[in-house]
Each structure stands twice: as C-alpha cells, then as structure tokens.
C-alpha cells in the first residue's frame, strides 16, 4: 500500500510551538529577571546615553546569557581570582561614590553583576524572606529572581575595596 504524504500540512503542525510552561523541564520560571524601574543616574555613574554603540551591544548580549539562569546560579559562578559574575552585599557599601537613593527600599538586598574589569551593573534584589509573599497594599507577589538594575558603573565606585580609597 502506498503511504501518502501532505508536506504542507507537515509543514504548518510543525510551525507551532512544542515549549510548554507546563512541562516538568521547562526553565522559564528559573530564569532570572532584569527590571531598570529604579534607575537612576549619579555624578560618579554613567546613563545609557554616556555608552559607545559596543558597550551597549556587550551589555544587552550579555544581559541575554545572564537572563538564561537564575540568580543563584550567577552567584556561583566564579570569575577572576575571587570574585563571582554576581555577588550580593546586604546593605548598601559602606565604601561607595553612590549614595543610597531614596526611592529604594531599606529592605532590599544590595548587589552588583560584574560585565567586565572593572564595569558593574549595580542594584538590589528582594530579600530571600519576602520571596513569594503578597505585596499588602498592591497583591503582587515579590520575587527575589529578579534584579533591579540602579546604576551603571563603569568605573567600579559603587563598592570599592579599602585599597580603592582615597
């Protein structure tokens, strides 16, 4: 018996999407999230404006891997002698050029993603405790998989060394 084939019936069923949230394996909850509503642009940091055509293209590539995993991943991934690609410091450094801005919570989780040598993206996450709690006043749910992006360092002044003072 001769099989048939209809290629453009093949060909439309397999243009729909096989990824499915509801699949045991499917990372899109894991994935970390970057949110840029608390930015803000302080003397000693630079504006998106302030960046060569290049910086911003590494930036958003990289901003695309680090979007791949989560957090937690990042924060165990080493890079250079000591350091890791993200690294969490609680309150906001002691030893910075930044001061703390107004409009972000004391509570949060203060940090930064190193891109390069000396470039940081710095910013906070949502403390650990708040993760999946009920905002009171708003009813959304607080992620700590998500990292709010403030300043651009290209410079490394957010969280200087006591070697870096001056």
């Excluded at 397999?14 to 949110?35: G, V």
């Excluded at 949502?126 to 992006?149: A, L, Q, R």
Aim: proline fraction near 4%; charged fraction near 25%.
């Amino acid at each position: 018996m001769k099989s048939f084939k209809n290629s453009g019936k093949d060909d439309f069923l397999s243009s729909f999407p096989s990824a499915s949230i509801d699949i045991d394996t499917d990372p899109l909850a894991s994935r970390c999230k970057f949110n840029f509503s608390y930015f803000e642009v302080q003397k000693v940091g630079q504006n998106f404006a302030d960046l060569k055509k290049e910086t911003l293209i590494e930036l958003f590539d990289k901003l695309k891997e680090y979007s791949k995993e989560s957090l937690d991943y990042w924060r165990g991934q080493r890079v250079g002698k000591s350091g890791t690609i993200f690294a969490t410091y609680g309150g906001f450094p002691a030893r910075s050029d930044f001061t703390h801005p107004k409009h972000v919570p004391h509570q949060v989780e203060w940090g930064r993603f190193r891109l390069d040598w000396s470039f940081r993206l710095c910013g906070f996450t949502v403390p650990k405790s708040y993760n999946g709690t009920i905002h009171k006043g708003k009813g959304y749910i607080f992620c700590s998989n998500t990292f709010y992006v403030v300043f651009l360092d290209e410079n490394h002044k957010f969280y200087k060394n006591a070697s870096e003072e001056k």
